[in-house]
């Protein structure tokens, strides 16, 4: 099968990647970064397509998390990393050609995932949403990467928060089931069940304490950063 050997080789890949630039970056302060996601973030549903009776394939998003911070310069949030065949379409086009329907499609709201990428430049928030099948049952197969060891800051700065994906209640949003971050042939059922899915963010630069707190307060009104955090991690009392 191709899928599994792309999904090995890529993987491969974007670690090694990752593990060296880590390296060079503490080599090179100027040009080095907080690691970025990298690797695979997917999520395919496949199956019957009610509208047309024709068996469909749903690619949702792939490549799309958090940018390493750098030595003068905030990471990106929901950046692509590495990839230059990605794309990310607005939901409406997604549900117009697909038999999906979206609760939502955010940038990851620091405040679930406090300290994210802290540091004297922050790492990118990663991407979230909730989907799942609009009108009849849908197989999913998901790849989902730093679930379990968050992407690395440097020169003190912030780890990423980890990305992750699970089954839902469509109805109530309570999680049904944790998913590996490997795995297929999960089905879900319209109106019973919705995938959660959540990217990784990307490593921060340098210390925290070290941030401009005019900074801050732009990342407060651009909800970046939660004022909890600012006085927890930044020390910056308000």
Known sequence: STAPMMASTTEVGQAVHNVVWHCLSQANPVKGSGIWTGSLDTAIFYGLNQRNKKFTICNLTQVIGGGGARN??????????????????????????????????????????????????????????????????????????????????????????PGGMEIRDAKTGETKKKLRPKGLDYLLEPEKDSLFMRTPGGGGYGEPFKRDPGNLEEDILEEFVSSETVEKIYGVQR
Not at 79 to 104: D, Q, R, S
Not at 113 to 131: C, K, N, P, Y
């Open 72 to 161: 003068s310069m905030d990471g990106w949030p929901v950046a692509h990393a590495k990839a230059a065949n990605t794309n990310l379409p607005n939901i409406e086009i997604h549900e117009a050609y697909w038999p999906v329907i979206y609760k939502f499609r955010r940038i990851v709201p620091e405040k679930d995932v406090a300290g994210s990428g802290a540091g004297t430049f922050h790492g990118g928030l990663g991407m979230e949403l909730e989907v799942g099948p609009y009108d009849g049952p849908l197989k999913l197969q998901n790849r989902g990467n730093h679930v379990y060891h968050p992407t690395a800051g440097v020169f003190g700065g912030f780890g990423g928060h």
